[in-house]
């Protein structure tokens, strides 16, 4: 059975910085295209970074260019996501998920950013 557990969310004031991880059961986060995503209420769900599963190559969406960092550690199967310079903007439930054939997704993170 697949599980995708995440963790690391919580309240930050703008300007600080979370680190948010997701620990995969069930499956190797090296074999999936690993993502990130995050949901602000009232908006629809948003792809923030990914990282590939052959390569590692990452990718993010241009409002988290320069401020997140998608990592995988192989040997804890675990995919982390450093967030730098949070945002009032930022603030939303973060998501992990590993696509392959089928997308698998964790339950969510709470991220608030506020002063």
């Known amino acids: 059975q697949v599980q995708l557990v995440e963790s690391g969310g919580g309240s930050v004031q703008p300007g600080g910085s979370l680190r948010l991880s997701c620990v995969a059961s069930?499956?190797?986060?090296?074999?999936?295209?690993m993502n990130w995503y995050r949901q602000a209420s009232g908006k629809e769900r948003e792809l923030v970074a990914h990282?590939?599963?052959?390569?590692?190559?990452?990718s993010y969406a241009d409002s988290v260019k320069g401020r997140f960092t998608i990592s995988r550690d192989n040997a804890k199967n675990t995919v982390n996501l450093q967030m730098n310079s949070l945002r009032p903007e930022d603030t939303a439930v973060y998501y992990c998920?590993?696509?392959?054939?089928?997308?698998?997704w964790g339950q969510g993170t709470q991220v608030a950013v506020s002063s």
């Open positions: 998920s590993a696509r392959r054939l089928t997308t698998y």
């Open positions: 069930g499956l190797t986060v090296s074999s999936y295209t």
């Open positions: 990282i590939g599963s052959v390569t590692a190559s990452t």
